[in-house]
């Protein structure tokens, strides 16, 4: 099984127009972090982290939500500009789950926490925040400003509320998707959101491109949460059954601890400290309980749950070419070869 969306050459090949774009969106990014004021240090970090973008998933949907608005092509720069600002606000918060998670790696390189330290790294996210909110001010975009700084409160949020139910077996199915509504899907509504005002779509279609950022974004990190059972270190540099001995239990592990059949066993597992002897064979047993309980099998029927309301959303929107990216980043997140 495959859980990482590979890349977005279908997608990018499928809409006339989104590899200049998401060109934009990476030349601003490069202009809003890696000033000529910058030097030393700062320079030196701000750098690495430029360098180490993924697969820019968030300023694509912006720029997908604003294929259904009027105002697209005049104002594609400046949607370019609102992309690299939500790209921004997610690298920012990568810097942070590595410090936390104490991640040597992010997409097979070493994290900026592991290559400069906690505390720069720390410092680092900080930075990126302010660059943020620094180049929405600039750029009039007090709106727009607004709703990201919403935005991050929330994301913060689903981190404390994470924190929060550590190594707590009782966490309800209901408070980890309340946590992860926060901590991730949040932002993919605001991109979605963000393209979709900035184009000018009528109050209609940004309520349904905001439901299908929505869905979108408990696909994605539902099957981020898979990782902890299935994942490539060299790619992901998140080895499996770490979110487990970290005490994070996910949809796998909260659904199968509320299953009559093993749920013990687990929960035992579960109150096991990390260092005991034999820990490893104890993640083994665990991650065997789970596919037992059926976890994950609940978390992909979860996935395919949200495509189908994702696609009946964008049923009811004009075909054009972002109702077609839209499609294929749906059926990617649902690849499972």
Same mark, same amino acid.
């Given at each position: 099984m495959h859980i990482e969306v590979n890349n977005m050459n279908n997608i990018l090949q499928s809409v006339e127009g989104l590899n200049p774009e998401l060109d934009f969106v990476d030349s601003y990014i490069n202009e809003?972090?890696?000033?000529?004021?910058?030097t030393g240090a700062v320079a030196r970090v701000l750098s690495e982290v430029s360098n180490t973008r993924g697969k820019m998933i968030r300023p694509l949907l912006l720029l997908l939500a604003a294929r259904f608005g009027p105002q697209y092509e005049p104002l594609r720069r400046q949607l370019c500009k609102l992309g690299a600002v939500i790209e921004i606000v997610h690298m920012a918060s990568l810097i942070h789950d590595d410090i936390i998670d104490d991640s040597p790696l992010r997409r097979g390189r070493p994290t900026v926490q592991q290559k400069f330290g906690k505390d720069m790294a720390v410092f680092a996210g900080d930075f990126l925040i302010s660059r943020v909110m620094y180049h929405l001010a600039k750029e009039g975009m007090s709106r727009e400003a607004l709703t990201i700084g919403q935005t991050i409160e929330k994301m913060c949020r689903g981190e404390l509320g994470q924190? #929060?139910?550590?190594? =707590?077996?009782? /966490?309800?199915?209901?408070?980890?998707?309340?946590?992860?509504?926060?901590?991730?899907?949040?932002?993919?509504?605001?991109?979605?959101?963000?393209?979709?005002? #900035?184009?000018?779509? =009528?109050?209609? /279609?940004?309520?349904?491109?905001?439901?299908i950022g929505e869905h979108l974004g408990y696909m994605f990190q539902i099957r981020d949460d898979l990782l902890d059972f299935i994942s490539d270190p060299a790619k992901e540099g998140k080895t499996v059954h770490k979110d487990f001995a970290d005490g994070i239990y996910t949809l796998p592990v909260l659904y199968a601890l509320d299953q009559p059949a093993y749920a013990k066993r687990l929960r035992e597992i579960a109150g096991i400290e990390s260092g005991s002897p034999h820990y490893g064979e104890l993640l083994e047993e665990m991650q065997e309980l789970v596919a037992q309980n059926g976890g994950i099998d609940y978390a992909w029927q979860e996935i395919k749950n949200h495509a189908e309301k994702a696609r009946l959303k964008l049923a009811a929107l004009p075909g054009n070419g972002g109702r077609e990216g839209l499609n294929r980043l749906i059926c990617q997140l649902l690849d499972q070869e």
């Amino acid at each position: 099984m495959h859980i990482e969306v590979n890349n977005m050459n279908n997608i990018l090949q499928s809409v006339e127009g989104l590899n200049p774009e998401l060109d934009f969106v990476d030349s601003y990014i490069n202009e809003f972090l890696c000033t000529e004021e910058e030097t030393g240090a700062v320079a030196r970090v701000l750098s690495e982290v430029s360098n180490t973008r993924g697969k820019m998933i968030r300023p694509l949907l912006l720029l997908l939500a604003a294929r259904f608005g009027p105002q697209y092509e005049p104002l594609r720069r400046q949607l370019c500009k609102l992309g690299a600002v939500i790209e921004i606000v997610h690298m920012a918060s990568l810097i942070h789950d590595d410090i936390i998670d104490d991640s040597p790696l992010r997409r097979g390189r070493p994290t900026v926490q592991q290559k400069f330290g906690k505390d720069m790294a720390v410092f680092a996210g900080d930075f990126l925040i302010s660059r943020v909110m620094y180049h929405l001010a600039k750029e009039g975009m007090s709106r727009e400003a607004l709703t990201i700084g919403q935005t991050i409160e929330k994301m913060c949020r689903g981190e404390l509320g994470q924190m #929060a139910c550590r190594f =707590d077996p009782d /966490t309800a199915i209901e408070i980890y998707l309340s946590n992860i509504y926060n901590k991730t899907v949040i932002l993919f509504i605001e991109a979605m959101q963000l393209g979709a005002v #900035a184009s000018g779509c =009528d109050e209609a /279609t940004v309520r349904r491109l905001a439901a299908i950022g929505e869905h979108l974004g408990y696909m994605f990190q539902i099957r981020d949460d898979l990782l902890d059972f299935i994942s490539d270190p060299a790619k992901e540099g998140k080895t499996v059954h770490k979110d487990f001995a970290d005490g994070i239990y996910t949809l796998p592990v909260l659904y199968a601890l509320d299953q009559p059949a093993y749920a013990k066993r687990l929960r035992e597992i579960a109150g096991i400290e990390s260092g005991s002897p034999h820990y490893g064979e104890l993640l083994e047993e665990m991650q065997e309980l789970v596919a037992q309980n059926g976890g994950i099998d609940y978390a992909w029927q979860e996935i395919k749950n949200h495509a189908e309301k994702a696609r009946l959303k964008l049923a009811a929107l004009p075909g054009n070419g972002g109702r077609e990216g839209l499609n294929r980043l749906i059926c990617q997140l649902l690849d499972q070869e």
